[in-house]
């Protein structure tokens, strides 16, 4: 009978211990971050909780699919799937890229537009960023219309070649490629020819 009650006992006591650890671990961040603008602190405390949070903090999207890194993995990822046969897979990658891309650009286009004004700095900063999401947006765009084409699928090319189309201008190199892809098809039978590069330097 002794020994039944020893352990639940042993049991609750080291439960109470772990409890209270993590409890002053939790509160330890919050008030060393309200402490940093106030009196000074013993140094040894201070420094081994920032560093680690500040060094993690900027590329902790990074190995994130939901980051610019994460749709170029995507996409190469359905490049391979592409050598190997695997349209099914290619597709559904260059789909999660695609709609990767799309929202980074729109979220960096957001932050352009409510730093405009206020630091042209941080404002032109986002919005390269969501230049070159949508760029990457439109050549995963691009190779899912081709992945389609290659599936026997034409019908799910156009729209997407239209779309694109839209985005680009059709003077730009992958507007122009689009085009020529819809041409190919047959949609349009009205080949595009971009003015001759020979202008008097």
Do not use: W
Not at 16 to 21: E, I, V
Not at 91 to 117: H, I, M
């Amino acid at each position: 009978m002794s020994t039944s009650f020893a352990k639940p006992c042993f049991f609750q006591i080291a439960f109470q211990a772990a409890a209270l650890s993590l409890i002053s671990s939790a509160t330890l961040l919050p008030l060393k971050a309200i402490a940093q603008n106030a009196s000074p602190q013993p140094p040894k405390v201070q420094p081994t909780q920032a560093q680690p949070v500040e060094a993690t903090k900027p590329n902790s999207l990074e190995n994130s699919v939901f980051s610019i890194a994460g749709g170029q993995r995507l996409m190469a990822e359905s490049m391979t799937a592409v050598s190997q046969q695997n349209y099914d897979q290619a597709v559904s990658k260059l789909q999660d890229a695609r709609q990767v891309f799309n929202q980074l650009s729109n979220f960096y286009q957001e932050l352009t537009t409510s730093f405009s004004g206020i630091d042209n700095r941080i404002s032109d900063s986002h919005r390269r960023k969501a230049l070159q999401a949508a760029q990457l947006r439109d050549e995963a765009t691009y190779q899912l219309a081709v992945v389609y084409r290659a599936k026997n699928q034409p019908e799910l090319s156009v729209p997407l070649l239209i779309q694109l189309i839209r985005s680009q201008a059709p003077t730009r190199d992958l507007g122009q490629q689009a085009y020529q892809q819809l041409f190919e098809l047959g949609f349009v039978d009205a080949q595009y020819l971009p003015p001759s590069a020979t202008t008097p330097k």
